[in-house]
């Protein structure tokens, strides 16, 4: 068995509170206009892979729950294998959208992938958080990621090997120390081939070759911005294994990313490759090359 892309990030089940007219204050009750459930964590890039036509697999564990039953048949719909373990309970965010923001608490049982599993799918690329860059297969590329928690404990991972260090702004100034994105993207630059950072409806910035690319932001309503950065870097993926140039790899995850924060969840939001193509000729990109092999292009 072997895999374009793998996923190597917890899943969760998200609960998404939508419609709330404003966050709760201290001992404040607020109603949402709605309840919804949906695959979070690493699932969302995952999906957002899958539907973008890339083969793909997610390896992560997931409870022997309903929560768990929800994401595999989640993943099962999209075409994603799940080459996870079955554990006895599943991780839980629940999500607050306001204001185009989000608010956001988890519960994590704190299980984890191994080696071993991911291994297992043979993958080409993996995606994967910086405290889990050890666990990639040997000869295989991988972009790197990290989450708020682990950006706090700083740039401790080797990136030999990675294809691209992605972070948003606020994990890039916890990752450095500098607030300024440009900043930032040339530290951590000095890490990793390239280091990309997202700026939200600001765009993007990276740093490749020493040399720095800036994309503007695209302008939409934003509802819900929970997993816009898992998309990102699920077309930024797409868009580099379709052999298109850096500041293209930019346009294209940026544009992926806005499309889907004006609905509820992430993967609600998360267009198709045709959908993502016909709005990509409308901000004038074309549809990069076919797909190339990571594996023979790094040699």
């Known amino acids: 068995m072997s895999v374009e892309l793998a996923c190597g990030e917890l899943a969760f089940l998200d609960l998404t509170f939508a419609g709330l007219d404003a966050l709760p204050e201290r001992g404040e009750e607020r109603h949402a206009r709605d309840l919804l459930r949906s695959a979070g964590g690493g699932a969302i890039t995952a ?95 991988f972009y790197a ?75 939409v309503n934003a509802v819900d911005t929970t997993g816009a950065g898992d998309l990102f870097t699920a077309a930024y993926v797409w868009a580099d294994r379709r052999g298109a140039p850096l500041a293209d790899r930019l346009r294209w995850a940026s544009l992926f990313a806005a499309l889907s924060v004006r609905v509820p969840t992430a993967v609600a939001g998360a267009s198709s490759q045709a959908a993502l193509v016909a709005a990509g000729a409308r901000h004038g990109l074309a549809l990069p090359a076919p797909t190339v092999s990571i594996k023979e292009e790094v040699r």
């Open 145 to 219: 990621t990290v989450g708020d928690a682990d950006a706090r404990s700083g740039l401790a991972a080797t990136l030999d090997g990675a294809r691209a260090l992605i972070v948003n702004e606020r994990e890039a100034s916890l990752l450095t120390g500098v607030e300024d994105a440009e900043t930032a993207a040339r530290r951590l630059a000095e890490h990793t081939p390239c280091a990309v950072v997202t700026r939200g409806a600001e765009g993007a910035v990276a740093v490749s070759g020493g040399e720095l690319l800036r994309v503007p932001g695209i302008p």
């Open 47 to 141: 999906i957002g892979a899958a539907r973008l036509g890339l083969g793909v697999a997610l390896v992560s564990p997931l409870g022997g729950d309903p929560e768990g039953d929800f994401l595999r048949a989640a993943l099962a719909a999209e075409g994603v294998l799940w080459a996870g373990r079955t554990v006895a309970r599943s991780a839980v965010t629940a999500a607050l959208p306001d204001g185009g923001e989000r608010t956001m608490v988890t519960f994590d049982p704190g299980m984890e992938l191994s080696a071993a599993e991911l291994a297992a799918v043979e993958p080409e690329a993996v995606v994967i958080s910086l405290p889990r860059v050890h666990l990639v297969p040997p000869g295989a590329t």
